[in-house]
């Protein structure tokens, strides 16, 4: 383990806040991204960078945002118009070059109060 | 865009029998096809891929197969173990678009829980 940290590791939110999920890489990876897990669903996309100032939406994007201001961090915020924001968040990064697996951060599991 | 099918949702084996996971895709220009393992609470972990130019790629007892032309992909364990219990998932990835913006894009299945009986 090591290498892509996420914290906090649980996140408890009142309905109407906006909260931001840190993700932060050591790999010197280029991209970054950002996927939802809730069960029998898989993973989802909700965002992705690859390159500094830059992202792109992905399947679920709607009540997200992301900053890509260095390479190595990737914050993620869910925001009050998200409408079922409670569920495990998974931040993952790769080289684009070279192997290009997808490595994992261990995640954070958001409840909605 | 891709769409990822996997089969079965659960799959429930004895030990040291072997258990067999599908996946089907919808882009044929999908080059990239990587198997992970989650286990509880755990992040996925990378456990075995394979590339369109390969049928099969083999790793001590876990093995993956790729059908180009059906457009499916299998993920077979064989000698099945407790600590193989986890859920898995399948994933493929397409190539590059014109404006490079979906590199590296994965659609992932919506996986397999696998429970090894002692």
């Known amino acids: 383990d090591g290498g892509i940290t996420q914290s906090p590791k649980y996140l408890f939110r009142k309905e109407g806040q906006n909260v931001t999920l840190s993700c932060e890489q050591n790999?010197?990876?280029?991209?970054m991204y950002w996927y939802r897990q809730d069960p029998g669903q898989g993973l989802r996309l909700i965002y992705y960078?690859?390159?500094?100032?830059?992202?792109q939406k992905g399947d679920i994007a709607e009540g997200y945002s992301v900053s890509r201001e260095k390479k190595e961090s990737f914050p993620l915020t869910v925001t009050s118009a998200q409408k079922n924001p409670t569920a495990f968040y998974l931040c993952?990064?790769?080289?684009?070059?070279?192997?290009?697996?997808?490595?994992f951060g261990p995640g954070t599991r958001l409840t909605v109060l | 865009g891709e769409n990822v099918e996997q089969h079965p949702s659960t799959l429930s084996v004895q030990e040291g029998d072997s258990a067999v996971i599908k996946c089907t895709y919808s882009?044929?220009?999908?080059?990239?096809f990587p198997w992970y393992k989650q286990e509880l609470g755990k992040r996925p972990q990378l456990i075995i891929d394979?590339?369109?130019?390969?049928g099969e790629k083999k790793d001590q007892r876990i093995a993956v197969t790729l059908n180009k032309t059906a457009k499916h992909f299998s993920l077979h364990i064989t000698e099945t173990q407790p600590e193989d219990s986890a859920v898995y998932f399948c994933?493929?990835?397409?190539?590059?678009?014109?404006?490079?913006?979906?590199?590296?894009?994965?659609?992932f299945g919506q996986g397999t829980i696998l429970t090894v009986h002692p």
């Open positions: 993952a990064s790769m080289n684009l070059a070279g192997v290009q697996e997808q490595f």
């Open positions: 790999l010197n990876h280029d991209a």
């Open positions: 960078s690859q390159i500094v100032n830059d992202f």
């Open positions: 882009d044929s220009a999908s080059n990239y």
């Open positions: 394979i590339r369109s130019n390969v």
């Open positions: 994933a493929a990835r397409g190539p590059p678009n014109a404006g490079g913006t979906s590199y590296g894009k994965l659609t």
